[in-house]
């Protein structure tokens, strides 16, 4: 899969991370970051990761806050250092999807909102649009809640406590 040899599995799995967080939205040095938590596990620190990353420490100060919003990354400290240091936190991956499922939520709820506030004789068309809208939240909050249930379980099943949405 690594069309370029003298690139490590690492560094492409890196890469590759970036890439792809970048699609979802995020930026491609906030992916790189994940990416290489995900194989360090961490603690590490700022200039650690700037220069293994090749950007500045700027940068890494503000993806590192990026991913720590999410629930991806704790920022830590070391007795006797004054550096940050970030590890990748403990089920990173049940609190992106927590985070993603509560703020589907919050939208159900803008929806329903609006929904309840319009006026009787409301052009049926934009009713019907807000219908669909509301739909849409109420199933994907529907899915999202068993994804975490399913996490939780299988997180249990493996010796850890379950996720707190």
Partial sequence: MNAH???????????RVGLSIESDGLTRIAGRMLGFMVLNGGPVSF???????????ASVCTNARI???LGVVE??????????????AEKPYARLIGGYLERKRQMRAIVQDALTALPADVDPAQRQRLEEMAMFYQVATVHLERLVAEMDASSEAAGGMPHQT
């Fill in 5 to 15: 040899p003298e690139i490590s599995a690492a560094e492409c799995f890196i890469e």
């Fill in 47 to 57: 200039s650690e990761l700037a220069e293994r990353l090749q950007v500045s420490r």
């Fill in 67 to 69: 991913l720590s919003s």
């Fill in 75 to 88: 920022r830590v400290s070391r007795p006797g250092d004054r550096q940050d240091y970030y590890q990748l």
